[in-house]
């Protein structure tokens, strides 16, 4: 069975560029999640989908970032006028979504450089 | 504030021993404590999940221990080997009505042969 799995597993872009991070969550998973991880540091929080809407956006940085689920399976992060402290590991996982907690399952990430 | 607290320093031990990886926090009130294994270049993979009302939890050579009170988890690898080397990752819930985690920096544990 497929995993999570994120596309480009690389990115590199110029600062001030427009990026698009995709993620095709396990079928059948409603809860969807978006981290980003830098060196050294556990992955960091960024947005949540149950379904189509995202049901907590409260971990997106700033205004530039923003994430979307049309059909409630893939997710795509987009991330406006790149800064070079945006360069991180952005993880996708997904879940079933059941109260009381569930397991996670994460993509492999994708690496993105900013220069 | 808020903080999760896990060594930074790397984990070294030999191979047949028990690894005992430390989580604490501090301002938080978790439903549920996950941990996480992640390898180089790659995501973290679910280990195990203990609520707050168990006191622990084992899954073959894995065990977790959740002490609400000193709001402390302790996770376990007896008999280790080399290919348990990877770090590892707590995460806590944080009680918003849906799994909305927060980890901690995650320990890196070496086994030797």
């Known amino acids: 069975g497929a995993g999570v799995s994120q596309t480009p597993s690389n990115k590199v872009t110029e600062k001030g560029k427009y990026v698009e991070l995709r993620c095709d969550p396990i079928?059948?998973?409603?809860?969807l999640y978006w981290y980003r991880q830098s060196l050294g540091q556990g992955p960091e929080f960024l947005i949540y989908?149950?379904?189509?809407?995202?049901?907590?956006d409260s971990g997106l940085p700033n205004d530039r970032f923003f994430a979307v689920r049309p059909e409630g399976s893939v997710s795509t992060l987009k991330i406006q006028r790149t800064e070079r402290g945006d360069s991180a590991v952005y993880l996708c996982?997904?879940?079933?979504?059941?109260?009381?907690?569930?397991?996670?399952?994460f993509g492999p990430g994708t690496r993105l450089t900013v220069t | 504030s808020q903080k999760i607290e896990q060594n930074s320093e790397a984990l070294n031990i030999q191979e047949g021993k028990t690894a005992t990886l430390t989580c604490n926090y501090t301002?938080?009130?978790?439903?549920?404590l996950q941990w996480y294994r992640q390898d180089p270049g790659r995501g973290p993979v679910f280990l195990l999940l203990?609520?707050?009302?168990?006191k622990e939890k084992r899954k073959e050579r894995l065990k977790v221990t959740f002490d609400t009170t000193l709001k402390q988890s302790l996770f376990h690898i007896t008999a280790s080997q080399p290919a348990d080397s990877a770090t590892y990752l707590c995460?806590?819930?944080?009680?918003?009505?849906?799994?909305?985690?927060?980890f901690g920096t995650g320990t890196r544990l070496l086994v030797s042969p």
């Open positions: 301002n938080y009130s978790p439903a549920y």
């Open positions: 203990i609520r707050e009302n168990e």
């Open positions: 996982a997904s879940s079933l979504g059941l109260a009381g907690g569930d397991e996670q399952y």
């Open positions: 079928s059948g998973h409603t809860a």
């Open positions: 989908f149950q379904g189509t809407g995202a049901a907590d």
């Open positions: 995460a806590l819930d944080q009680r918003t009505g849906f799994q909305k985690l927060v």
